[in-house]
């Protein structure tokens, strides 16, 4: 079941990125606005999901705090997607209802992740369970892409809000089927959080993984609202997503392979590369056929990068602390996200997107730094055959 939960889990990141910006610019608000809205979730990881780690770790029933939180993510959007008209407009309440919704969903992640890893444990292989959180991308953005119509007038109505909603519901759902991971667990102790951090192929991890992050701000935030600008329907929007999805589902599914071929530290240079040269094409190209295929590299920007930080943290990680590890991950990679997102609206509204995505293509000289330099220190190959893929 952990397959269906990764599926509509991801639905709504599909929706949350491709199509609610352009919502919320729809309804009037302004690139600072819509990038502080969207600041909401990523602020909170820095310090939530640690506490739902917590309390997973503790109570030994990862499955069951996985089912509250997923509950309370559906319920706390529920004043997104029922507000309409000039109550939708107002600021104040989608600000509430994105702290409501986030408060719980920046939880739900990494406590996937953690009952995934303990299934790869018995021998399955993370790729092909987390390849069905792809496969409900692809399906949400080009659904929501169709029935939004090949204008972007229908924006401002509850149809985007409305789907998102209805992927949260099937994300509760499909928590009820979920079971426990079947590993011993323990109360994570404040000693067990720096002994976690003192391991330098896990520091290497979380900070690449919160430079990127932040790097990856402008598509996660204002890559629908670009397409907007240039004049696409939003059917193309999902088909631009639905590429970029397809090429990760690739590199998740075949991840193991490379990672039995090349360390850790190659695969993350790869990734912070082609990131780099995917954003210079961003904010060069202006033919829509071409910017769309360029998407495909999502597979490296977001594929190559999480299957190695996931494989970096269950090498390192002991099963008792599985979900603090995960957690660690989701806080560090948000860090960036919370940093990037407050800035790129204030970059959008008075330079536009081109700027930002040039920014972000210099931005990813940094996590390749780190990386490098880990390489100089011997770090970096850590986990090339034991970790799962």
Request: aromatic share 10%; net charge positive.
């Amino acid at each position: 079941m952990i397959e269906v939960f990764y599926f509509f889990l991801f639905q709504v990141v599909a929706i949350g990125m491709a199509f609610m910006p352009a919502h919320l610019g729809a309804l009037g608000l302004s690139g600072a606005q819509i990038s502080t809205a969207l600041a909401v979730s990523p602020l909170l990881a820095l310090v939530v999901p640690l506490g739902w780690a917590w309390l997973a770790d503790r109570t030994q029933r990862h499955d069951r705090v996985l089912r509250f939180i997923a509950f309370g993510a559906w319920l706390g959007f529920s004043p997104l997607a029922w507000a309409h008209g000039r109550a939708a407009q107002s600021f104040t309440l989608i600000l509430t209802g994105y702290l409501g919704y986030a408060t719980f969903f920046v939880g739900m992640g990494g406590l996937a992740d953690a009952l995934a890893v303990a299934r790869v444990r018995a021998g399955a292989i993370y790729g092909r369970l987390r390849l069905w959180g792809s496969v409900g991308y692809v399906v949400a953005a080009v659904t929501v892409g169709a029935l939004l119509g090949p204008y972007a007038v229908r924006l401002r109505g509850p149809l985007v809000p409305c789907a998102m909603w209805l992927a949260l519901a099937g994300a509760f759902v499909a928590s009820l089927g979920l079971g426990g991971t079947g590993e011993a667990s323990t109360r994570p102790r404040l000693a067990d959080v720096r002994a976690l951090l003192a391991e330098p192929g896990l520091r290497l991890i979380l900070l690449a993984g919160a430079l990127h992050w932040a790097c990856m701000s402008p598509y996660n935030v204002f890559f629908g609202v670009f397409l907007r600008d240039l004049g696409l329907a939003p059917l193309w929007w999902g088909v631009a997503y639905a590429i970029g999805v397809t090429a990760e589902m690739l590199v998740l599914l075949y991840f193991h392979r490379l990672h039995a071929r090349a360390s850790l530290d190659t695969l993350l240079a790869a990734a912070f590369v082609a990131s780099a040269l995917r954003w210079v094409g961003n904010a060069a190209l202006r033919a829509p056929a071409a910017l769309i295929a360029l998407q495909a590299l999502h597979g490296m920007t977001f594929g190559m990068f999480w299957s190695a930080a996931i494989a970096l943290v269950a090498s390192t990680v002991p099963p008792k602390l599985r979900a603090t590890g995960q957690a660690l991950l989701v806080m560090a990679i948000n860090l960036g996200g919370a940093v990037g997102n407050l800035a790129v609206g204030r970059v959008y509204d008075s330079a536009g997107p081109g700027r930002l995505f040039a920014v972000a293509a210099a931005g990813e000289l940094l996590p390749l730094l780190v990386v490098l330099y880990a390489r100089r220190l011997g770090i970096g190959t850590l986990a090339r055959s034991t970790a799962p893929g």
